[in-house]
């Protein structure tokens, strides 16, 4: 339930980001927008103000042409008049198209002064020319009735107050854009902040939690394989009290009927050498099963111990010395990992046995001159791990879960109770012991033995071991 209220802040997070940052995007837009367009009216204004004062400009430049050519008669002035005329008329029609709307009016009054304008001035060319200009026309012809020229500068110093004051204002508002952004990036710095804030304190809490449910989970994990392991050991345990009164009861009812014949074929009086030779026969089977009874009780029933404190270190060692003989004819590598030694209680002679047994079986699973046999040894909280393995050709699934049966073995020769007993000694030392393989790259026996011994179990007391 807290992860999805997590994953729900989260989205809302995340909307509520995307939400702002469009609001931003909005207002940044839109700004731009109207920068954009004060821009335009700013550059609007200066073609409309320029164009006005190049008009006024032109005008008395004309007039002053027209002067030149009306009293010296040089036909220059005319090719200049003709330009000025065409640069007027081009200004007059730029002013007219490019015009604000509320001065259309004077844009159009403007255009009709112009034309009159220079109509008059190109008659005083025409009269010129002719010869014809009478004393009147020369008298009057600064005269403002006769021109246009002083109404064409008002008309334009009035369109150029007007634009001025239109430039003005547009300026004023394109230079106070720039603290639209100010604020605009100042309130997306704010919302950024505000918002890396928010995304990182969600992420920390959801990486908490998540850390929390992982870690919870992988102690629940570790649990539940621990309570496997037990679950396994008490099984395995379990498996060998039940088998070790099956096996002991069927030795038993097994040895009397032995016995009667060992009995019987010493009582019998024999002449005949033929029959003397069947006994011989009888008898040494019936020793051959009465010593096989033996060892599967030995091997399935709990035994007295001789406890002593001592290092499992120099155990392992004396093992290996008993079994140096194969390990060399078989040239096998030997690794040696030892933690720091520690004492235990366990019996040495028992124990060195269980270790040469799993040795043994070890060195006959691996290939000769090529396997490698390594002994671990670790100190934990109350016990000391010994781990012995190989790298041999392992076992299946199913040949492991009745490795530690009576009379269960993979090998060609072999009775199946070597194992079975190394399990009856561990265990007589309220001990564990685990086997993990893989076939083709070999075999783990896990042993651990606790480092101070707590008391001769029994069989009823088997199921309660851990």
């Not at 802040?9 to 995007?25: E, H, K, P, Q, S």
């Not at 190049?54 to 030149?68: F, H, Y």
């Not at 600064?142 to 334009?156: D, R, V, W």
């Not at 009582?267 to 051959?288: F, S, V, Y």
Request: with cysteine; hydrophobic share 40%.
């Amino acid at each position: 339930m807290k992860f999805v209220q997590s994953e729900q802040n989260v989205r809302n997070g995340y909307l509520a980001a995307f939400l702002l940052l469009l609001l931003i995007y909005a207002v940044v837009f839109f700004s731009t927008i109207r920068m954009n367009g004060n821009f335009k009216k700013v550059e609007h204004s200066y073609n409309v103000i320029w164009s006005l004062e190049q008009l006024s400009s032109s005008i008395k430049d004309a007039e002053s042409i027209t002067s030149g050519y009306v009293f010296l008669s040089n036909p220059r002035f005319l090719e200049s008049f003709q330009a000025i005329k065409k640069q007027s008329d081009s200004l007059v029609f730029h002013l007219q198209v490019h015009t604000a709307q509320s001065q259309m009016g004077n844009a159009g009054k403007l255009r009709d002064l112009v034309n009159r304008e220079f109509a008059f001035l190109q008659q005083l060319i025409d009269s010129r020319k002719r010869g014809i200009i009478d004393s009147v026309q020369m008298t009057h012809i600064g005269a403002p009735e006769f021109q246009s020229s002083a109404k064409i500068f008002a008309l334009i110093d009035l369109m150029a107050r007007t634009e001025r004051l239109s430039f003005n204002q547009d300026t004023y508002n394109l230079y106070s854009m720039p603290f639209t952004f100010i604020i605009t990036n100042l309130v997306g710095l704010l919302i950024s902040l505000i918002l890396g804030f928010y995304a990182y304190r969600t992420y920390n809490k959801e990486n908490r939690e998540k850390r929390r449910y992982r870690q919870e989970l992988e102690d629940g994990i570790k649990q539940l394989q621990e309570t496997n392991k037990q679950l396994d050991d008490l099984r395995s345990i379990e498996k060998f009290a039940v088998s070790g009164r099956i096996t002991r009861t069927i030795a038993h009812e097994v040895r009397n009927p032995l016995t009667n014949i060992s009995l019987a074929c010493e009582q019998l009086k024999i002449t005949d050498e033929d029959d003397a030779q069947l006994i011989g026969i009888i008898k040494r089977n019936t020793q051959r099963i009465t010593d096989l009874t033996s060892e599967v009780l030995n091997s399935t029933k709990f035994t007295e111990l001789n406890i002593k404190k001592v290092f499992v270190h120099s155990v392992i060692e004396d093992t290996l010395k008993l079994a140096m003989d194969r390990i060399n004819l078989n040239e096998i590598q030997i690794i040696k990992n030892f933690a720091p030694p520690k004492e235990v209680e366990i019996d040495p002679d028992k124990i060195k046995i269980a270790f040469l047994n799993i040795t043994i079986n070890a060195i006959e699973a691996m290939e000769p001159h090529k396997g490698v046999l390594e002994i671990q040894t670790a100190n934990q909280a109350d016990h000391c791990l010994i781990t012995i393995r190989d790298n041999g050709a392992g076992m299946s699934k199913e040949a492991v879960s009745k490795i530690f049966e009576p009379f269960f073995t993979t090998k060609v020769s072999g009775n199946g109770l070597g194992l079975t007993n190394t399990q009856n000694i561990i265990l007589n030392h309220k001990g564990r012991i685990n086997v993990e393989s893989t076939v083709g790259k070999g075999t783990t026996f896990l042993i651990r033995l606790n480092y101070e011994y707590t008391g001769e179990p029994n069989e009823n007391s088997l199921i309660s071991l851990n």
